[in-house]
């Protein structure tokens, strides 16, 4: 008896040692003002190699994707009190309290800020701790570890990739075949089962044309050139401007942005104030000998209302403005000459009130705002606003659109 009473208090004491190495002080967790996320780059022109979960629901090869940086404002508002206290302020959840502790389902734990894959079920092992524990991540690719010697103690903590998102720690007390130990936090995971994988699918192929648009910002655009061609075209938020272009054949690409203003306020937070000169746009990377600037200019003007200064719809501010980034002048030509046109004709009641700016760069916007209405049909401002846009055009452009739409069918 007392032979297991040693054994039973040394495993309680090995335990709390374990919880103590795992755990922060609750008091502890602001995060210093000198790593509040508020202060790096507003606009990321980083990229990361990671994989992604593809529109299979299949884990991608290593690809670049535009490193996810928001504000600390703008965190706060996409997480939740617990998730941003642990996973912007470098919290910990109490042991034995998080939700996916005890899931024993086969899947992957995606992060929640970013969506990225980070660890699959296969890897996860009860290590008695309180926390869901793994012995690998998904790929080396998604996670990155730093050394965190807060609280005295020499840790290594664990981040994710893509959004810097506080994880948790990794210890070497794992088991085979890593002898690794990832102690990570239920808040900032969320569990998608194998079966529904597909439903945080991303599309890779638009994810490394952001991702290259994001290293080099595009200060001189292309006019034609061979059976590539760019567009810059603004009409109030860019998600419906978006969905409107990628559904038209010959449209490879279209990427959601920021013109009219600098590098510096080129990030969403700052677009929305209003006073960045910039308007949310969108560049439509198209192939001219399928489709003609003239006809972008015509579907642009008939699925936005050009006579509504500052504002579509709901939206308002000149970040909504209807305006045309021309890149020479004969795309200052051609839009000022379908603009008269269709003053002349009366097509619309009021004058039109679009802009002729010259498109000094075009900055693409954060990750989460590409394809937007494609991966987010419910979303009510999508269903409620971008569809219908959607669905204008594919009537009345049969001939111009892609045989699928690219949105998900509902
Ligand atoms: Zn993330």
């Known amino acids: 008896m007392p032979v297991l009473s040693i054994m039973r208090t040394l495993s309680l004491l090995l335990l709390a040692l374990v919880l103590s190495a795992c755990e922060r002080p609750p008091a502890a967790n602001a995060a210093s003002p000198n790593s509040a996320p508020d202060e790096r780059s507003p606009m990321s022109t980083a990229t990361v190699h990671v994989r992604v979960i593809n529109k299979d629901g299949k884990l991608s090869e290593p690809i670049d994707v535009p490193k996810l940086v928001l504000s600390d404002a703008e965190w706060q508002k996409r997480l939740t009190k617990e998730q941003y206290r642990i996973g912007r302020a470098k919290g910990t959840e109490p042991a034995f309290c998080g939700g996916l502790l005890n899931n024993h389902e086969e899947g992957v734990y995606a992060c929640v800020g970013c969506n990225l894959p980070l660890f699959s079920s296969d890897s996860k092992f009860n290590s008695g701790t309180g926390w869901p524990s793994f012995f690998q991540p998904i790929s080396k690719e998604n996670v990155h570890e730093e050394v965190d010697r807060a609280y005295g103690m020499v840790r290594t903590e664990i981040i994710c990739n893509r959004c810097d998102m506080h994880l948790g720690h990794v210890f070497d007390d794992g088991p085979r075949p890593t002898g690794l130990r990832y102690c990570l936090n239920s808040e900032v995971m969320k569990f998608i089962p194998n079966a529904k994988l597909a439903t945080i699918g991303e599309d890779v192929t638009a994810l490394a044309a952001a991702a290259k648009a994001t290293t080099r910002p595009t200060t001189k655009p292309a006019s034609a050139s061979g059976n590539r061609a760019e567009a810059v075209f603004a009409g109030g938020c860019f998600w419906c401007v978006e969905a409107v272009f990628e559904e038209l054949d010959g449209v490879y690409e279209a990427v959601s ?14 677009v929305c104030t209003g006073a960045t000169g910039h308007a949310e746009a969108v560049k439509i990377i198209y192939d001219p ?3 003609s600037y003239e006809k972008l200019l015509e579907v642009h003007f008939n699925t936005h209302d050009p006579t509504t200064l500052n504002r579509q719809g709901n939206d308002t501010g000149p970040q909504y403005r209807s305006a045309i980034f021309y890149a020479s002048d004969k795309e200052r030509e051609l839009a000022q000459a379908f603009i008269d046109d269709l003053n002349a004709s009366k097509h619309f009641p009021r004058p039109i009130v679009t802009t002729l700016e010259p498109l000094k760069a075009f900055y693409p916007a954060e990750a989460y705002h590409q394809n937007y209405a494609c991966q987010n049909p419910r979303q009510p401002y ?27 069918a509902q």
């Open 382 to 408: 999508i269903s409620h606003i971008a569809l219908p846009k959607v669905e204008k055009v594919r009537a009345k452009y049969k001939d111009l659109v892609k045989p699928q739409s690219p949105i998900p």
């Open 289 to 291: 000998s399928k489709i």
């Open 257 to 270: 942005g920021y013109a009219g203003g600098s590098k510096e306020t080129a990030n969403y937070e700052a």
